[in-house]
């Protein structure tokens, strides 16, 4: 994906996010099912996952590349993305409990 289509699909997808959460009820920002986040924590934890990404979309090209350097593989569909994400939640779940339990304190 370019940065044309992640900005577009971010634009979707935060869209359908908002017309969802409008028609949540109020209660289900701080109360969620047992063991399980609220509609609050999930969308803090969006506004934290996201706020890297809007950053690094802000910089120049050039810039992320020095920084970086250049991909040695060829650019990834959202699926594959999505696919590798969900991989690595299942390979650190330690990791990803102690996150949990930071954004619970939160």
């Known amino acids: 994906m370019n940065k044309e289509e992640i900005v577009a699909l971010l634009g979707e997808e935060h869209q359908r996010l908002v017309n969802w959460l409008n028609n949540q009820p109020e209660e289900n920002?701080?109360?969620?099912?047992?063991?399980?986040?609220?509609?609050?924590?999930?969308?803090?934890?969006?506004v934290q996952s996201l706020q890297p990404l809007n950053n690094a979309l802000r910089v120049p090209k050039f810039i992320l590349k020095f920084k970086f350097g250049k991909a040695n593989r060829a650019v990834r569909d959202f699926d594959?993305?999505?696919?590798?994400?969900q991989n690595r939640l299942h390979e650190n779940q330690e990791a990803a409990i102690q996150f949990n339990q930071k954004l619970k304190n939160a």
């Open 29 to 46: 920002w701080k109360k969620g099912p047992v063991g399980k986040w609220t509609t609050g924590q999930h969308v803090l934890h969006l």
């Open 80 to 85: 594959t993305v999505m696919q590798r994400y």
